[in-house]
């Protein structure tokens, strides 16, 4: 994939990868995003319902 450059360890194993932000600027944004909705996956959750009252007072 253009690019995208993965950096190895002298065992050739991939220890981290460089994206090319203006070619690939919509696979960080899909990156980015995955890795945020991880760290909030445990954070309590609101219904439908609760968004609805608190944005429309009912």
């Known amino acids: 994939m253009k690019g995208i450059q993965f950096v190895v360890d002298e065992l050739g194993e991939k220890k981290a990868v460089l994206i090319d ?17 991880k760290e909030r996956q445990n954070e309590p959750r609101e219904s439908l319902e609760e968004v ?5 007072g009912k």
């Not at 690939?24 to 945020?36: A, H, P, Q, S, T």
């Open 21 to 37: 932000l203006k070619k690939n600027k919509n696979l960080w944004e899909d990156f980015y995003d995955n890795l945020i909705s």
């Open 52 to 56: 609805r009252a608190k944005v429309f």
